[in-house]
């Protein structure tokens, strides 16, 4: 089929995944609202939400045989797209997975939230997949206003509400900062449209306004996917969140808010590299530096996932300012290879914590490797995946960012990367360290290990694995999704000295 | 100057003072007042923007609708009897001004480097065909048709996030 957007009637097809998800949503609002509140009325509406989830994965594989007559329309339908499209709404799916217990034990029998989760996912489509200013900016509102309630969630504890308030107050601040930039990108080319703004930018001659502008939007997506210095929210914020939010949060919405960065920079602004390399970079070497020596003295888990997922995000800001085919490839390779281990580490320490999350301290996790060895097992593959020790997806991710830093001449970030990887194995190791080398402290207990969180386990351990020893097809996939994205990589190379 | 200059001036002059007036009142209700005029000032310029119907829009919806509703949060919370300051202690003045100074500067580069009005007057032809109306809504619900409706499922969303967060029981 083929999408011609001059027909506005044409937009209800091209967002048929975002459209399905919205209405499955509001379906799932209507029949909350006439629910009783019981456990088991929560976990229909969270079926429900799967299979909404699904139904939205049929429209998007539909998706891959659309056409579009032009790339200048507000919504795009490429491959990369569509890549992040089944990203985002796997995650979702597994996050909805590994809440279906947690929600019960903690009393958060509301359906809204999945409802919730659901329309944070539509938020997140269309992010990753406009063309638009606009659309980008309202798609971020869309996806934080839904993940700020999200967060605070758990009413019963104060972490939760004093995390929802920190994140919703850098939230609205950093939205202000990402506007601004807008306004003045409209400012300066006249047209909201990525796809047009493109063409309107000469590298040559750049006026004030643009660079304020570019300027404002480094700062805005830098608090958006927390790269250090705008990183002093992430740690309370995930903290405090509900475990499954927290891993929502780690996961699918720094992917979001990285593939608009991506967007934006590297495809509406490529032209411009020049300009906003000396900024990214300065973002990078900090976001790969300070994260991973503060997590060092870490002694809560959820905090030092926290931090990893800081450190993380600087190696995708390689992967970004290298601004390369390579670059966006190794992006999405690394986007789903982390959720996967993010989204698992997170589920043994939701099940690990107990009733309301107490067991959080990396004292509780002494002895684990004897009294659970099963949980310390899959713990141990994830924390190896994450400090990207072969043969793990980490590693393969790390090695593809690097390759493309290098092909992009970017010696001195490759070596910081290779250097705060070597420290990071510190923290992740200590973790394993203590679970298989200490005596046992206290005594967990039992721990109920629902179907369904085994199920994710599963599922996250086997793509860990599977990405690790075998990467070549999906990263072929990763590559053929960015294929035509960024015509750009050659010019760069002539533009840098 | 012709009068339509003078006009503006007029009223860019109240909507800056007035703005100013109401982020230094310390209390809040003369704040809000501070506000309406500001707005009401803001309308004004849309008029001589020729935008009769934003003009009218921005009197009905925020001085109207919106400035009701603040007044009620204020009269409900009961706010504006004891004050603390924001800004304690010297050091934190100096910041202040500091930034201040930085965000003038900023205004001024903008404003020296700020394109030149851009031709021919394409509004009015437009609102002639069209009226003020349909100059409005015609791209909004064609062009824009997709960023209106994520907008409505935005509202939506935050409507259903504070209810949940408000209205349960701990």
Same mark, same amino acid.
């Given at each position: 089929?083929?999408?011609?957007?001059?027909?506005?009637?044409?937009?209800?097809?091209?967002?048929?995944p975002?459209?399905?998800? %919205?209405?499955?949503?509001?379906?799932?609002?209507?029949?909350?609202?006439?629910?009783?509140?019981?456990?088991?009325?929560?976990r229909?509406?969270?079926?429900?939400?799967?299979?909404?989830?699904?139904?939205?994965?049929?429209?998007?594989?539909?998706?891959?045989?659309?056409?579009?007559?032009?790339? %200048?329309?507000?919504?795009? &339908?490429?491959?990369?797209?569509?890549?992040?499209?089944?990203?985002?709404?796997?995650?979702?799916a597994l996050?909805?997975?590994?809440?279906?217990?947690?929600?019960?034990?903690?009393?958060?029998?509301?359906?809204?939230?999945?409802?919730?989760?659901?329309?944070?996912?539509? @938020?997140?489509?269309?992010?990753?997949?406009?063309?638009?200013?606009?659309?980008?900016?309202?798609?971020?509102?869309?996806?934080?206003?839904?993940?700020?309630?999200?967060?605070?969630?758990?009413?019963?504890?104060?972490?939760?509400?004093?995390?929802?308030?920190?994140?919703?107050?850098?939230?609205?601040?950093?939205?202000?900062?990402?506007?601004?930039? #807008?306004?003045?990108?409209?400012?300066?080319?006249?047209?909201?449209?990525?796809?047009?703004?493109?063409?309107?930018?000469?590298?040559?001659?750049?006026?004030?306004?643009?660079?304020?502008?570019?300027?404002?939007?480094?700062?805005?997506?830098?608090?958006?996917?927390?790269?250090?210095?705008?990183?002093?929210w992430?740690p309370?914020?995930?903290?405090?969140?509900? %475990?499954?939010i %927290?891993?929502?949060?780690?996961?699918? &919405?720094?992917?979001?808010?990285f593939?608009?960065?991506?967007r934006?920079?590297?495809?509406?602004?490529?032209?411009?590299?020049?300009?906003?390399?000396? &900024?990214?970079?300065?973002?990078?070497?900090?976001?790969?530096?300070?994260?991973?020596?503060?997590?060092?003295?870490?002694?809560?888990?959820?905090?030092?996932?926290?931090?990893s997922?800081?450190?993380?995000?600087?190696?995708?800001?390689?992967?970004?300012?290298?601004?390369?085919?390579?670059?966006?490839?190794?992006?999405?390779?690394?986007?789903?290879?982390?959720?996967?281990?993010?989204?698992?580490?997170?589920?043994?320490?939701?099940?690990?914590?107990?009733?309301?999350?107490?067991?959080?301290?990396?004292?509780?996790?002494?002895?684990?490797?004897?009294?659970?060895?099963?949980?310390?097992?899959?713990?141990?593959?994830?924390?190896?995946?994450?400090?990207?020790?072969?043969?793990?997806?980490?590693?393969?991710?790390?090695?593809y960012?690097?390759?493309?830093?290098?092909?992009?001449?970017?010696?001195?970030?490759?070596?910081?990367?290779?250097?705060?990887?070597?420290?990071?194995?510190?923290?992740?190791?200590?973790?394993?360290?203590? #679970?298989?080398?200490?005596?046992?402290?206290?005594?967990?207990?039992?721990?109920?290990?629902?179907?369904?969180?085994?199920?994710?386990?599963?599922?996250?351990?086997?793509?860990?694995?599977?990405?690790?020893?075998?990467?070549?097809?999906?990263?072929?996939?990763?590559?053929?999704?960015?294929e035509?994205?960024?015509?750009?990589?050659?010019?760069?190379?002539?533009?840098?000295? | 100057?012709?009068?339509?200059?003078?006009?503006?001036?007029?009223?860019? @002059?109240?909507?800056?003072?007035?703005?100013?007036?109401?982020?230094?009142?310390?209390?809040?209700?003369?704040?809000?007042m501070?506000?309406?005029?500001?707005?009401?000032?803001?309308?004004?310029?849309?008029?001589?923007?020729?935008?009769?119907?934003?003009?009218?829009?921005?009197?009905?919806?925020?001085?109207?609708?919106i400035?009701?509703?603040?007044?009620?949060?204020?009269?409900?919370?009961?706010?504006?009897?004891d004050?603390?300051?924001?800004?304690?202690?010297?050091?934190?003045?100096?910041?202040?001004?500091?930034?201040g100074?930085?965000?003038?500067?900023?205004?001024?580069?903008?404003?020296?480097?700020?394109?030149?009005?851009?031709?021919?007057?394409?509004?009015?032809?437009?609102?002639?065909?069209?009226?003020?109306?349909?100059?409005?809504?015609?791209?909004?619900?064609e062009?824009?048709?997709?960023?209106?409706?994520?907008?409505?499922?935005?509202?939506?969303?935050?409507?259903?996030?504070?209810?949940?967060?408000?209205?349960?029981?701990?």
């Amino acid at each position: 089929m083929l999408i011609d957007f001059s027909n506005h009637l044409d937009y209800l097809w091209a967002l048929l995944p975002e459209t399905v998800l %919205t209405a499955g949503a509001l379906i799932l609002l209507m029949y909350d609202g006439f629910a009783r509140r019981r456990s088991s009325d929560s976990r229909a509406v969270g079926w429900g939400s799967l299979v909404v989830l699904s139904l939205a994965i049929v429209a998007n594989i539909w998706l891959m045989g659309v056409e579009e007559a032009s790339r %200048t329309g507000m919504v795009a &339908i490429d491959g990369y797209r569509i890549f992040t499209n089944f990203l985002f709404l796997g995650a979702a799916a597994l996050v909805v997975f590994i809440s279906f217990d947690y929600t019960t034990r903690e009393g958060m029998t509301q359906g809204e939230f999945y409802a919730l989760l659901l329309f944070a996912v539509v @938020g997140m489509m269309l992010l990753a997949g406009s063309r638009d200013l606009i659309l980008i900016f309202l798609g971020f509102e869309l996806m934080s206003i839904a993940v700020y309630v999200l967060v605070g969630f758990n009413r019963r504890d104060p972490r939760s509400a004093e995390a929802a308030l920190k994140y919703f107050l850098l939230g609205a601040f950093s939205s202000a900062f990402l506007l601004y930039g #807008m306004a003045m990108l409209y400012g300066a080319s006249g047209t909201t449209n990525l796809g047009i703004m493109r063409g309107l930018f000469d590298a040559g001659r750049l006026s004030i306004v643009a660079i304020a502008g570019i300027a404002l939007l480094a700062i805005g997506f830098g608090f958006k996917v927390s790269a250090v210095p705008f990183h002093v929210w992430t740690p309370d914020a995930y903290e405090g969140a509900p %475990t499954p939010i %927290t891993a929502f949060l780690a996961a699918a &919405i720094k992917a979001s808010a990285f593939a608009a960065f991506i967007r934006i920079f590297v495809v509406a602004l490529g032209d411009l590299h020049e300009y906003w390399e000396g &900024i990214i970079w300065v973002l990078a070497m900090l976001t790969m530096i300070v994260p991973n020596v503060i997590a060092l003295v870490q002694d809560n888990i959820k905090r030092l996932l926290a931090y990893s997922s800081i450190a993380h995000a600087g190696y995708l800001l390689v992967a970004l300012i290298a601004a390369n085919e390579s670059g966006m490839a190794s992006f999405l390779f690394y986007l789903v290879a982390y959720t996967a281990m993010i989204v698992g580490a997170f589920a043994i320490v939701l099940a690990l914590a107990g009733k309301g999350d107490e067991r959080q301290r990396l004292s509780d996790y002494a002895g684990l490797g004897w009294t659970h060895p099963w949980a310390a097992a899959v713990l141990s593959i994830f924390l190896v995946s994450l400090a990207g020790l072969p043969p793990t997806a980490g590693f393969i991710g790390k090695f593809y960012i690097l390759q493309a830093a290098v092909e992009a001449d970017y010696i001195d970030l490759s070596v910081v990367l290779v250097v705060t990887t070597l420290i990071s194995y510190w923290y992740y190791l200590r973790v394993i360290v203590s #679970m298989y080398m200490k005596p046992c402290v206290a005594e967990i207990g039992r721990v109920p290990w629902g179907a369904a969180l085994r199920a994710v386990l599963v599922v996250c351990v086997a793509i860990t694995v599977y990405l690790g020893i075998l990467p070549s097809w999906p990263l072929l996939k990763a590559r053929q999704s960015v294929e035509g994205l960024v015509p750009v990589a050659e010019q760069v190379a002539d533009v840098r000295p | 100057m012709d009068i339509s200059q003078l006009v503006f001036y007029l009223f860019a @002059g109240v909507a800056v003072a007035s703005g100013v007036l109401m982020i230094t009142r310390k209390n809040p209700v003369y704040s809000a007042m501070y506000l309406v005029l500001t707005l009401f000032s803001v309308a004004a310029i849309y008029v001589l923007l020729d935008a009769h119907f934003l003009a009218a829009l921005q009197i009905v919806i925020y001085a109207g609708a919106i400035l009701v509703l603040f007044l009620f949060v204020i009269m409900l919370l009961n706010l504006g009897h004891d004050f603390v300051p924001d800004l304690r202690g010297k050091f934190w003045w100096f910041v202040g001004i500091g930034l201040g100074l930085v965000l003038f500067a900023e205004l001024f580069v903008l404003a020296r480097n700020a394109p030149e009005a851009s031709g021919p007057d394409v509004l009015a032809p437009l609102l002639r065909s069209q009226g003020a109306v349909g100059a409005v809504a015609e791209p909004l619900f064609e062009n824009y048709v997709v960023a209106v409706e994520v907008t409505g499922v935005l509202l939506l969303v935050a409507m259903v996030g504070a209810v949940v967060i408000a209205k349960r029981k701990v």
